[in-house]
């Protein structure tokens, strides 16, 4: 405990390493503002009216690291999940409103670029998104899974015939068919 603190608190995380300090609140008195006083030669006493009454008010100060933080919230996501045939699946499982893209585009072949730029060029307008066509699709999956991706919209061959997708979520690895004109709608309350 600092010299000029009457107490502190600190606030802990369990990291995968052990308890840590995540946050430190301080009670740091009138330290802080009787210096400032005695340099400036300037009161900075406080007059409370209804107690007739002057005084020097004290400082609380809340230290949170942001580092700490950041790790606090990737490593609570993180997750290696051993799925059925004892493939492992590593999993960032972000709230959707905290991953940084909140959508991939992948068409299934290359064949399905142009459909699927249409759909990137509609997401795009309304949420961070990636556009992802190296490798297998299941392969690209798990490279969103890994990125903390939510939703994964898949352009197949069907999307030519009826303009519906295949969106993917991230979590439950469940998959739905929407129709183009309803995906930023659908995205957007799923990520609300």
């Not at 009138?30 to 406080?46: A, F």
């Not at 519906?164 to 995906?183: P, S």
Request: aromatic share 12%; proline share 4%.
């Amino acid at each position: 405990m600092s010299f000029y603190s009457k107490a502190t608190t600190d606030i802990e995380f369990l990291f995968f390493f052990g308890w840590g300090e995540l946050w430190g609140i301080a009670d740091r008195t009138d330290y802080d503002l009787g210096v400032h006083q005695t340099h400036s030669k300037e009161s900075l006493e406080y007059f409370d009216p209804e107690n007739n009454t002057k005084y020097l008010p004290y400082v609380i100060e809340p230290s949170l690291g942001v580092e700490r933080l950041l790790l606090s919230i990737l490593t609570s996501a993180y997750e290696e999940e051993v799925l059925e045939g004892g493939e492992t699946r590593e999993v960032l499982h972000l709230k959707p409103f905290l991953a940084p893209k909140k959508v991939a585009v992948l068409p299934l072949v290359n064949k399905l670029s142009e459909k699927a730029l249409m759909v990137y060029d509609i997401l795009i307008k309304k949420f961070p998104c990636d556009y992802d066509t190296s490798g297998q699709i299941g392969k690209r999956y798990r490279r969103q899974d890994a990125n903390g991706t939510p939703f994964c919209v898949t352009i197949d061959f069907d999307t030519l015939e009826d303009d519906t997708v295949t969106v993917r979520d991230r979590d439950t690895m469940e998959q739905i068919r929407v129709k183009i004109t309803d995906l930023v709608g659908y995205i957007g309350e799923k990520i609300n």
